[in-house]
């Protein structure tokens, strides 16, 4: 079945180390997003991509770094730099000219 | 800019009774809007969307939203809650043109009383 695949669920890492979160889609989506979300706070835009080798800032993508190498995968790293980085971090993806997300299962990334 | 502001983080009902979640938008252009449903430790599900047309949309788990532009709102409607209700709920806007983005409202979770 098509669908997004978000890995590892659970992420723990010691400050100061950057951190690699995976998201892998079988969906032929085009554009791929990530997104934060922290209680009372919703989910707020890190990055978005609407075609291979080409992506954009959201609206805190100070901290995190992506790449998009290829249709199927879209990596968020989250760096040293990033002050708070303990959340939960959904991928996203969406067919061009449509609207609607297929969402992942989401990772948990905690920093102690 | 858009935004999204959801009245009531937190909304309570006994099964049974009538849901009603709140959701007013702010957008420059007609927007799309979407009520999505997160359960615990998972992603989000689509629940119903507008885009052009009919102002009521249907969706699932029994789920509808109304479109009303002059009260810039999209609350969200279930007749009869059920204990498998109970989740975190978010509406989200998005305007027609570029990417497309969407932006979240802060989300409501939804408890439903025995």
């Known amino acids: 079945d098509g669908g997004i695949t978000q890995s590892p669920k659970y992420l723990f890492r010691k400050e100061g180390q950057n951190v690699t979160l995976s998201c892998e889609q079988n969906?032929?989506?085009?554009?791929m997003y990530w997104y934060r979300q922290d209680p009372g706070q919703g989910l707020r835009l890190i990055y978005y991509?609407?075609?291979?080798?080409?992506?954009q800032k959201g609206d805190i993508a100070e901290g995190y770094s992506v790449s998009r190498e290829k249709k199927e995968s879209f990596p968020l790293t989250v760096t040293s730099a990033q002050k708070n980085p303990t959340a939960f971090y959904l991928c996203?993806?969406?067919?061009?000219?449509?609207?609607?997300?297929?969402f992942g299962s989401g990772t948990r990334l905690t920093v102690v | 800019a858009q935004s999204v502001t959801q009245l009531g983080s937190h909304v309570s009902v006994s099964e049974g009774a009538l849901v009603l979640l709140r959701c007013n938008y702010s957008?420059?252009?007609?927007?799309?809007l979407f009520w999505y449903v997160q359960y615990p430790n998972q992603g989000l599900q689509l629940l119903l969307k507008?885009?052009?047309?009919?102002?009521l949309v249907k969706g699932i788990n029994g789920f509808e939203a109304e479109f009303k532009k002059s009260e810039t709102s999209f609350h969200l409607t279930k007749p009869s809650a059920h204990m498998s209700d109970a989740a975190e709920y978010f509406c989200?806007?998005?305007?027609?043109?570029?990417?497309?983005?969407?932006?979240f409202g802060q989300g409501t979770r939804l408890t439903i009383n025995p």
């Open positions: 996203a993806s969406s067919i061009a000219g449509t609207y609607g997300y297929t």
């Open positions: 969906l032929n989506h085009d554009a």
């Open positions: 991509s609407q075609i291979v080798n080409d992506f």
């Open positions: 957008s420059s252009v007609p927007p799309y």
């Open positions: 507008y885009t052009t047309g009919a102002t």
């Open positions: 989200a806007v998005s305007d027609r043109r570029g990417a497309q983005k969407l932006v």
